[in-house]
């Protein structure tokens, strides 16, 4: 007999659903990879671009926390460059909106073979891009993965959260991030120039982005599909069960198929719900709300910032290899996005963030002084650096990765694609506006830029303890209705009032 955990869900993962989610997540990594795999031969291709547009191109360092003497770059590959970088963004944040569509209208499963097909143009553009002008092939490349990524990043989360038993959900669904780092630190590693980011080798290096997708492509068929894609959607009920038996590796599906057939009740009361019903409805505007200040609060912590800074800030310090020491950071990524994982069904979803939010508050401060007062006291490079390595630690503790999954838990299945959509969205444009924004503003600000982060923290950290509710353990249907009883405060207070008016008539 199969043990079984307190909430009547399996006490372990079965093989399948653990092969399903690797599957899955195959996405994540080729997501990450793309985030991170441009800038390690930043220079090897700038050199190429100017051989490419026959300009004169001068060396530069990486980072200009220095603000060393270098001479400008030619203003043509400067602008090719930031659009290779740029594009990839700009591609997810459009693709990010016909998520839900792409969802409901394949399936979760069919979506994703089908934008394989994206991921792998766009790395054999960026791979053969010393066959043509690169500038060109790279940029559209890029923006091709762009797309592909803006599109996985909001299938992968809600093909995971769909499979995933209620008491696994929120583990499972870290791994997402768990691949977006991994991604992210597998292309810092080979993007060494003793590997693959040198001047002979780096079209491979990009190439090689579509290698995750080729991987997925062969495993896919030897997964189900969502059993609540199957029932809900499509009302195909012996399918789902089928589904629910091999994901589970029991026969005994009876609560989860009365789990769905309650939510699928629920959905039939109301229309199909589109964005702009999020929020113009009553019933959601409180839950997208959240999501969208969750991912928000992801993308405008900082993070991205910390990054930019850290091979400066360890240059600075007299780190001989400053690229090992931005890798290290890369590591504790990982690390601490795998410690989430055992975390995030132990101590909550709330509470992780609350904890990661205010501990890189307190980060944030703390590198602002340190940058403020390198120059005074050699030992504040040493505090920036510790800084670091905290910050990016408490961000994969807690918004790295609950972001990404909690906006599918907020949401039934009704209104979860039009949720996840918008809040991929939501994300991918945060990302870009940080990434075109943050030079200025650092421009402006110099060492107290991380200020405007401390205080962004500040308040995200106090909406989150106000505001964000506690999901673990829960049924995604017990999520939907816990917001709905916090609702009816309103008309309570109305029909409380038609009763005094109706006594005091009586009275008269």
């Known amino acids: 007999m199969e043990k079984r955990s307190q909430d009547g869900g399996p006490q372990k993962p079965s093989g399948l659903l653990l092969f399903s989610v690797f599957t899955a997540v195959l996405g994540s990594l080729q997501f990450g990879y793309g985030i991170g795999v441009i800038n390690a031969p930043q220079e090897v291709i700038e050199s190429h671009y100017a051989q490419v547009l026959h300009v004169a191109q001068n060396e530069t360092g990486a980072g200009n926390l220095t603000h060393g003497a270098n001479a400008p770059k030619d203003r043509q590959v400067v602008v090719y460059w930031t659009l290779s970088v740029a594009v990839f963004c700009i591609g997810g944040m459009f693709s990010s909106f016909f998520v839900g569509y792409l969802a409901d209208r394949l399936g979760r499963l069919k979506a994703m073979k089908v934008l394989n097909i994206l991921a ?45 038993p209620t008491n696994l959900r929120g583990a499972l669904g870290t791994i997402h991030q768990l691949a977006i780092v991994t991604g992210i630190l597998l292309s810092q590693v080979i993007g060494l120039s003793s590997l693959l980011g040198n001047d002979r080798l780096w079209p491979l290096l990009l190439g090689l982005s579509g290698a995750p997708a080729i991987l997925q492509s062969l495993l896919l068929p030897f997964c189900p599909e969502s059993p609540r894609y199957l029932y809900i959607k499509l009302g195909r009920e012996e399918a789902a069960k089928k589904a629910l038996c091999r994901l589970l590796g029991s026969s005994d599906t009876e609560k989860q198929m009365a789990e769905m057939k309650k939510e699928k009740e629920e959905i039939e009361k109301v229309p199909k719900v589109s964005i702009s019903q999020l929020f113009c409805s009553p019933s959601y505007r409180q839950p997208i709300t959240v999501a969208l200040m969750l991912h928000i609060s992801q993308q405008f912590s900082g993070i991205n910032a910390i990054f930019y800074y850290s091979t400066a800030i360890f240059t600075q310090a007299g780190i001989s290899y400053p690229s090992y020491a931005t890798i290290g950071v890369g590591v504790v990524n990982t690390i601490f996005t795998v410690v989430s994982v055992f975390l995030v069904e132990h101590v909550g979803r709330r509470s992780l963030f609350i904890v990661g939010l205010a501990g890189m508050c307190v980060c944030a401060i703390l590198m602002t002084c340190g940058l403020a007062l390198q120059y005074t006291y050699t030992w504040m490079s040493y505090l920036s650096m510790s800084a670091i390595f905290i910050f990016v630690a408490f961000f994969e503790i807690g918004p790295g990765p609950i972001a990404w999954f909690i906006a599918a838990e907020l949401f039934s299945q009704g209104p979860r694609p039009a949720a996840v959509t918008i809040a991929g969205f939501c994300n991918w444009t945060c990302n870009f506006l940080v990434g075109m924004c943050f030079p200025y503003i650092e421009e402006l600000c110099g060492p107290y830029v991380f200020v405007i982060f401390a205080c962004l923290l500040l308040g995200f950290t106090l909406f989150t303890y106000f505001r964000v509710p506690e999901t673990k353990g829960k049924t995604f249907e017990q999520i939907a209705e816990g917001f709905r009883r916090k609702k009816p405060s309103s008309r309570q207070l109305k029909a409380s009032a038609t009763e005094l008016e109706h006594l005091g008539s009586t009275e008269a």
Do not use: N, Q
């Open 120 to 164: 792998i143009a766009g790395a054999l553009l960026m791979g053969l891009a010393k066959l043509g002008p690169a500038h060109i092939l790279i940029i559209a490349g890029r923006a091709i993965t762009g797309v592909y990524c803006g599109l996985l990043s909001g299938l992968v989360p809600m093909y995971v959260g769909e499979i995933s």
